[in-house]
């Protein structure tokens, strides 16, 4: 069975299977190769099976325009060289198919297969895909890991795709390149990152640290929450953002008291207790130290952006 064929409804929920498909034109034709636009979504669709056994896709001729399919749960098994061998893959792979390339791939209920596919085409389409890493040596299989971007930005071109509101198009190629460009970061943050799972808690904690950066954080609890000592959190995070985490919470402060400073009349013990220090002579110390002058002299100057030394957070 191809994922093209008129006999799936386009969005459809039931009990042997889910289905949620977007088409670009109303035609049984799904194929579109557009030669004059650098990228058209043709198709987009996300598939789960439940108690359905099979669903096959078989293609010996391929198709005239690309495709690149998720594994977002479960498993599904790809026969990229066409010989009955296979390989079952899992989530958080990516599969990518050029055109005329030979198509062989299975989802089954056992797998508790759950798959995203898009189909596409357009001048800047090849260098698009290779941008992202697919390459002829590991044919056009990836682990890239789960995210769950990913399976959002195919729910939101399947949106596009069925309600074709002003501007879709131009919607639709975005998401397809942010699609491939989150494959591209995932993957060389998966070549750089010793452990991807300290780089994910480094990176919620930049996040944490950024949208709480007003409240009273101690690095020692933070750390403890994670189940890590003061000193293993420290260094994961200074292996992934470059500098320990209270001095990078530091920086993040500061860079809010330059701008409540040139921008607004706030006093500057507000300002103190607005970026997270309840003592102001503490928070000048430190604003000094970063900026190399006063908070007072820094609303004096106005915005001027604030002259940082090479290393002003040292012992912060």
């Given at each position: 069975?191809?994922e093209?064929?008129?006999?799936?409804e386009?969005?459809?929920?039931?009990?042997?299977?889910?289905?949620?498909?977007?088409?670009?034109i109303?035609?049984?034709?799904?194929?579109?190769?557009?030669?004059?636009?650098?990228?058209?979504?043709?198709c987009?669709?996300?598939?789960?099976?439940i108690?359905?056994?099979?669903?096959?896709?078989?293609?010996?001729?391929?198709?005239?325009?690309?495709?690149?399919?998720?594994?977002?749960?479960?498993?599904?098994?790809?026969?990229?060289?066409?010989?009955?061998?296979?390989?079952?893959?899992?989530?958080?792979?990516?599969?990518?198919?050029?055109?005329?390339?030979?198509?062989?791939?299975?989802?089954?209920?056992?797998?508790?297969?759950?798959?995203?596919?898009?189909?596409?085409?357009?001048?800047?389409?090849?260098?698009?895909?290779?941008?992202?890493?697919?390459?002829?040596?590991?044919?056009?299989?990836?682990?890239?890991?789960?995210?769950?971007?990913?399976?959002?930005?195919?729910?939101?071109?399947?949106r596009?795709?069925?309600?074709?509101?002003?501007?879709?198009?131009?919607?639709?190629?975005?998401q397809?390149?942010?699609?491939?460009?989150?494959?591209?970061?995932?993957?060389?943050?998966?070549?750089?990152?010793?452990?991807?799972?300290?780089?994910?808690?480094?990176?919620d904690?930049?996040l944490?640290?950024?949208?709480?950066?007003?409240?009273?954080?101690?690095?020692?609890?933070y750390?403890?929450?994670?189940?890590?000592?003061?000193?293993?959190?420290?260094?994961?995070?200074k292996?992934?953002?470059?500098?320990?985490?209270?001095?990078?919470?530091?920086?993040?402060?500061?860079?809010?008291?330059?701008?409540?400073?040139?921008?607004?009349?706030?006093?500057v013990?507000?300002?103190?207790?607005?970026?997270?220090?309840?003592?102001?002579?503490?928070?000048?110390?430190?604003?000094?130290?970063?900026?190399?002058?006063?908070?007072?002299?820094q609303?004096?100057?106005?915005?001027?952006?604030?002259?940082?030394?090479?290393?002003?957070?040292?012992?912060?």
């Amino acid at each position: 069975m191809h994922e093209n064929e008129p006999s799936y409804e386009r969005s459809r929920k039931s009990d042997d299977m889910y289905a949620n498909c977007g088409y670009l034109i109303d035609s049984m034709r799904d194929v579109i190769v557009d030669t004059e636009r650098p990228l058209t979504v043709g198709c987009c669709g996300c598939y789960r099976l439940i108690t359905r056994p099979q669903l096959r896709t078989y293609r010996p001729e391929g198709r005239a325009d690309y495709q690149i399919v998720y594994i977002n749960d479960g498993q599904a098994w790809f026969d990229k060289t066409m010989d009955g061998t296979g390989l079952v893959v899992g989530p958080g792979t990516m599969v990518a198919f050029r055109p005329g390339e030979p198509q062989s791939y299975v989802y089954t209920a056992d797998y508790r297969t759950d798959a995203c596919w898009v189909h596409f085409s357009g001048t800047a389409a090849e260098e698009m895909l290779r941008s992202a890493g697919f390459t002829d040596t590991q044919h056009g299989i990836m682990h890239v890991g789960t995210d769950p971007e990913f399976r959002r930005l195919f729910d939101s071109m399947i949106r596009e795709l069925q309600l074709r509101r002003e501007g879709f198009r131009q919607l639709l190629e975005y998401q397809l390149r942010s699609l491939v460009i989150r494959i591209r970061r995932q993957m060389a943050e998966n070549l750089t990152a010793s452990d991807p799972t300290s780089a994910t808690l480094v990176q919620d904690a930049i996040l944490y640290f950024n949208e709480h950066f007003s409240e009273d954080i101690s690095i020692t609890d933070y750390a403890a929450g994670l189940g890590m000592s003061d000193s293993t959190f420290t260094g994961l995070f200074k292996q992934a953002a470059g500098m320990p985490p209270k001095r990078y919470l530091t920086s993040v402060r500061m860079k809010h008291a330059y701008n409540l400073l040139t921008a607004t009349e706030y006093p500057v013990n507000e300002i103190a207790l607005m970026v997270g220090y309840d003592n102001p002579l503490y928070f000048s110390r430190l604003y000094r130290k970063y900026a190399g002058l006063s908070p007072s002299d820094q609303r004096r100057l106005g915005p001027q952006p604030p002259v940082v030394a090479p290393d002003p957070l040292t012992n912060a």
